[in-house]
């Protein structure tokens, strides 16, 4: 007989929260507790997970209710971690909870959960490397996702056991070097969808609309994406900078130089800088680097 899955309580149960609730209650994970800062808004995590009728939905000022759990994981907003690890700790009750701890933050580590494990949980931290802005979309996105895992043995035992469970792939990274692993993370995803939305406006300003320059750019985006998946960004970087087309840049930069595309033009100047690296580094002719570095700097 495969052996009972650990018993869970979520407390946050927003994007992520919802989730972890949906997906690890498919792979057999029994949701004792769903808290959120509203008791309404657990309950409606619990009606979209489809989780039994006896599972408790809290508020934050309920957290002494929460049932005994073999692990707790903490989908609260990153500001909060540290007042939610407080305050349990300061329970009465906690001292009859046993088990672990994790939060799902990127940037802090499992020294956030010190008040915790001065208590005697064991703590770390699991934070999936995919963008959730739906739950259900999210909870399939959870499944073969890799996963940022560290803290205490038995934290870590725990975290490794939800990604196996989810078909993922658990790497860890130092627990001082979060901040800057978070910090490429927002690069490649939210930074991505800023640099989207900045094309969008552009074409925008070309007369398309929202809806229609978001439809025409995703296959773009969808195709950029596919060939990073095959190859490295130097092999994968296409078009203007990576052929070093001179008067291409100068036309673009005298396109961008409307007032109110100085946003546009201050992050094409920037990246184009960085894409000029990229394109070097592939060979470019160092003739035509040098010109577009000048053309870029002096705008
Ligand atoms: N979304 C992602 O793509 C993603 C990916 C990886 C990691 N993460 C990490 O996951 C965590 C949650 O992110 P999210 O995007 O899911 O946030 P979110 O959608 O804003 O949800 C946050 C949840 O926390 C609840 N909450 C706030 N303060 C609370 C408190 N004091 N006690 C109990 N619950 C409280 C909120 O309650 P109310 O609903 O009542 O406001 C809400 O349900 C963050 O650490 C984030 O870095 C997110």
Same mark, same amino acid.
Do not use: W
């Given at each position: 007989m495969?052996?009972?899955k650990?018993?869970?309580?979520?407390?946050?149960a927003?994007?992520l929260?919802?989730?972890?609730?949906?997906?690890?209650?498919?792979?057999?994970y029994?949701?004792?507790?769903? /808290?959120a800062?509203?008791?309404a808004?657990?309950?409606?995590a619990?009606? +979209?997970?489809?989780?039994?009728?006896?599972?408790?939905?809290?508020?934050?000022?309920?957290?002494?209710?929460?049932?005994?759990s073999?692990?707790?994981?903490?989908?609260?907003?990153?500001? &909060?971690?540290?007042?939610v690890?407080?305050?349990?700790?300061?329970?009465?009750?906690?001292?009859?909870?046993?088990?672990?701890?994790?939060?799902?933050?990127?940037?802090?580590?499992?020294e956030?959960l010190?008040?915790?494990?001065?208590?005697?949980?064991h703590?770390?931290?699991?934070h999936?490397?995919?963008?959730?802005?739906?739950?259900?979309?999210?909870?399939e996105?959870?499944h073969?996702?890799?996963?940022?895992?560290?803290?205490?043995?038995? /934290?870590?035992?725990?975290a490794?056991?939800?990604?196996?469970?989810?078909?993922?792939?658990?790497?860890?990274?130092?627990?001082?070097?979060?901040? +800057?692993?978070?910090a490429?993370?927002?690069?490649?995803?939210?930074?991505?969808?800023?640099?989207?939305?900045?094309a969008?406006?552009?074409? &925008?300003?070309?007369?398309?609309?929202?809806?229609e320059?978001?439809?025409?750019?995703?296959?773009?985006?969808?195709?950029?994406?596919?060939?990073?998946?095959?190859?490295?960004?130097?092999?994968?970087?296409?078009?203007?900078?990576?052929?070093?087309?001179?008067?291409? &840049?100068?036309?673009?930069?005298?396109?961008?130089?409307?007032?109110?595309?100085?946003?546009?033009?201050?992050?094409?100047?920037?990246?184009?800088?960085?894409?000029?690296?990229?394109?070097?580094?592939r060979? +470019?002719?160092?003739?035509l680097?040098?010109?577009?570095?000048? /053309? +870029?700097?002096?705008t």
């Amino acid at each position: 007989m495969a052996k009972p899955k650990p018993a869970i309580s979520i407390i946050g149960a927003g994007r992520l929260g919802t989730a972890l609730a949906i997906a690890l209650t498919s792979k057999a994970y029994p949701i004792r507790a769903v /808290a959120a800062r509203r008791a309404a808004h657990a309950r409606k995590a619990i009606a +979209l997970a489809n989780l039994p009728s006896q599972t408790l939905a809290l508020g934050a000022d309920q957290l002494e209710q929460l049932p005994p759990s073999d692990l707790v994981l903490i989908t609260t907003p990153d500001d &909060v971690i540290a007042d939610v690890a407080r305050s349990f700790a300061k329970l009465r009750r906690s001292a009859r909870h046993r088990g672990a701890f994790l939060h799902t933050s990127g940037a802090l580590s499992s020294e956030v959960l010190a008040p915790l494990a001065q208590r005697g949980f064991h703590t770390g931290s699991l934070h999936p490397l995919v963008s959730i802005s739906d739950p259900r979309a999210g909870a399939e996105a959870l499944h073969g996702a890799f996963y940022c895992v560290e803290g205490d043995g038995v /934290a870590t035992r725990f975290a490794k056991s939800i990604v196996r469970d989810l078909n993922g792939t658990a790497f860890t990274i130092k627990p001082e070097s979060k901040a +800057l692993y978070h910090a490429a993370a927002v690069m490649a995803s939210p930074h991505l969808v800023a640099m989207f939305d900045l094309a969008v406006q552009m074409l &925008v300003s070309c007369g398309l609309k929202p809806k229609e320059a978001q439809k025409v750019l995703t296959p773009l985006v969808q195709s950029t994406v596919n060939n990073l998946k095959q190859t490295s960004p130097e092999k994968a970087l296409t078009g203007t900078f990576a052929r070093g087309d001179v008067a291409t &840049v100068r036309r673009h930069l005298k396109a961008l130089a409307p007032k109110q595309l100085a946003e546009a033009l201050e992050i094409y100047k920037l990246l184009g800088l960085y894409s000029l690296k990229l394109a070097a580094d592939r060979g +470019l002719d160092p003739k035509l680097v040098t010109e577009i570095k000048t /053309a +870029l700097k002096k705008t």
